[in-house]
């Protein structure tokens, strides 16, 4: 099943995808399926109730908000940051109805729905207060929903678009690679490109791109503190105040390179926790690492690749999203489906996978860098501490990044050769995830977010 580049890299808002990207799509694809159903002339208060992680972290991870701005009609990608919730909103952007994100979005911290952690039940009232439509709905990770129900095919996704090459598998990728005489990145574009222009492929890669980079800017400037109960300081912008003071008096230090991946890390990772505009990587809680390893190859790294910095960037986010896609076939990227080691695991298989392959690695090597950053991932848990993407999100990322480098200049001073593959490695993840006890997967019940600090 070939998931397509851009649902794999999405813009957004954060602070998560799945608590907040995803809960905003439901939430306009609810207020469609009421004017599809017409009923939306009648709707005159709206009632949401959150289950499992949703309920456990929502408050947390700004999903009461996100919903609102869901059925106002708000668009995750050309937002730029969070807004103000009144006590009422434009249901659809044209019916104003009365609206508390406190009282209308109920939670259920002590129970799930069978389906996914990540449940959420939309209910329509009229003026009566009876009720008009329910649905439900699934945030199953970067940003990606389901509504309970409706057949996959139905579904407000685009996991299996119409492409030349389908491939369920890193053994069926690289197979095909050798029948077509492709690389990873290759086949990748002429799967992208029979959607659409190659000329709008570039464009919209170039927009991603400037996000992950625009992100990495503003976050090394900002400062102040996070939102939240932690009051937690932004440290992107001492890092990088460090770096620069450090390059001004001419200062050596052979692991400099380390720091500044931690800032591009740091920087991308404290926009998202503020609510900024991010892009999924796969995830928004993982969305540091690959621009900071992007930044590493625009660099560094291009220095001893044999493409320029731009087409090295193409070919780094083309093979990203192929070993991306093979995770969400395969296993997943939900924090509260599998733990941490399917959002900062993922993400850091991804940017090792892509950064062996813009410097000029063989789709074996690629496959190579991607296993080992995911086996040094294995048993990742996901606990943040009350229920923010800050603390120990932040520094995974970093951490990620760092690892993710290393994976891939391991893999390029190898021949390709290696005994785990990629798709024994993503099986023993997703195996790994669900025999996690649930309070290990993103409810802020168990780990760091009980015995670290309480809130």
């Keep these: 099943m070939y998931t397509g580049f851009f649902e794999v890299f999405s813009i957004g808002i954060g602070p998560s995808s799945s608590h907040t990207m995803g809960p905003m799509r439901a939430a306009a694809r609810f207020v469609r399926l009421l004017r599809e159903e017409g009923s939306f002339p009648s709707v005159r208060r709206m009632r949401v109730d959150l289950y499992g992680s949703l309920a456990l972290t929502g408050d947390g991870h700004g999903t009461p908000a996100a919903i609102a701005?869901?059925?106002m009609g708000l668009d995750a990608e050309t937002m730029d940051g969070p807004r103000e919730i009144g006590e009422t909103l434009l249901l659809g952007g044209e019916?104003?109805?009365?609206f508390s994100a406190t009282d209308d979005v109920r939670l259920h911290k002590g129970e799930s729905l069978a389906e996914h952690p990540n449940g959420m039940r939309f209910t329509a009232l009229d003026g009566r207060g009876e009720t008009l439509s329910t649905a439900e709905f699934f945030s199953v990770g970067g940003g990606e929903i389901r509504m309970n129900g409706k057949s996959p095919e139905k579904q407000d996704r685009v996991s299996s678009p119409e492409v030349p090459f389908h491939f369920s598998s890193c053994r069926e990728l690289i197979e095909l690679c050798e029948k077509e005489h492709l690389t990873i990145a290759q086949l990748v574009r002429r799967n992208e490109t029979s959607l659409r222009s190659a000329p709008e492929l570039a464009?919209?890669?170039k927009l991603i791109v400037s996000v992950m980079n625009d992100a990495i800017d503003r976050g090394s400037r900002a400062r102040g503190t996070l939102p939240g109960v932690l009051h937690m300081p932004r440290r992107a912008p001492q890092i990088d105040a460090r770096l620069v003071e450090r390059f001004r008096r001419n200062e050596t230090d052979a692991l400099t390179i380390i720091d500044w991946i931690n800032l591009w890390a740091f920087a991308v990772a404290e926009e998202n926790a503020a609510g900024g505009r991010v892009v999924t990587a796969p995830t928004m809680g993982s969305a540091g690492v690959l621009p900071a390893v992007l930044r590493y190859f625009e660099r560094y790294g291009h220095k001893d690749s044999a493409f320029s910095i731009s087409m090295g960037t193409e070919v780094l986010l083309l093979t990203a999203s192929a070993i991306c896609s093979l995770y969400r076939a395969n296993a997943s990227i939900s924090g509260a489906e599998v733990g941490c080691q399917g959002e900062i695991g993922v993400a850091c298989s991804m940017a090792a996978g892509g950064l062996a392959a813009a410097m000029g690695g063989s789709n074996a090597q690629v496959?190579?860098?991607?296993?080992?950053a995911m086996e040094h991932n294995l048993g990742l848990t996901c606990d943040p501490i009350c229920g923010l993407v800050q603390v120990p999100c932040i520094e995974r990322n970093a951490i990620g990044a760092?690892?993710?480098?290393?994976?891939?200049?391991?893999?390029?001073?190898?021949?390709?050769?290696?005994y785990v593959s990629l798709d024994s490695v993503i099986a023993t993840m997703y195996e790994t995830g669900r025999n996690l006890h649930?309070?290990?997967?993103?409810?802020?019940?168990?780990?760091?977010?009980?015995?670290?600090?309480?809130?």
Excluded: D, F, M, W
């Design 69 to 71: 701005y869901g059925l």
């Design 95 to 98: 019916q104003q109805i009365p």
């Design 203 to 205: 464009a919209r890669i």
């Design 367 to 372: 496959e190579n860098a991607a296993e080992i």
């Design 402 to 418: 760092v690892k993710a480098v290393n994976a891939a200049r391991l893999a390029l001073r190898g021949n390709g050769s290696h």
């Design 438 to 455: 649930p309070n290990y997967r993103e409810t802020s019940l168990a780990g760091l977010a009980k015995h670290a600090l309480t809130c």
